[in-house]
């Protein structure tokens, strides 16, 4: 729905009041992107049991591809569940 710099842009701009946080965007692998900028940790986030099967997987490719980046899984509390980027 949005271009790759608009949603920079609305990433900015939600996140602008939080001074230790830094919006940058990349094209191709997270993992490529952690590493190239020396990232030692993947965070993600879990809403459902239905999502950890996906992240899994996911997890395991990027270890698969460096054990330099780890991933970290985080949950909700339930007021947030609803949240996904997708829909």
Avoid: C, W
Wanted: aromatic content about 12%; charged content about 30%; cysteine-free.
């Amino acid at each position: 729905m949005f271009t790759f710099d608009e949603r920079l842009q609305l990433a900015r701009s939600a996140l602008e009041d939080i001074d230790n946080v830094k919006v940058t965007g990349y094209r191709g692998l997270t993992v490529d992107f952690a590493r190239e900028n020396e990232l030692a940790v993947i965070i993600r986030g879990l809403r459902a049991v239905s999502d950890f099967e996906y992240e899994f997987q996911l997890a395991n490719m990027n270890r698969h591809l460096t054990e330099e980046v780890e991933t970290v899984f985080l949950t909700p509390t339930e007021k947030y569940t609803f949240i996904s980027s997708s829909l």
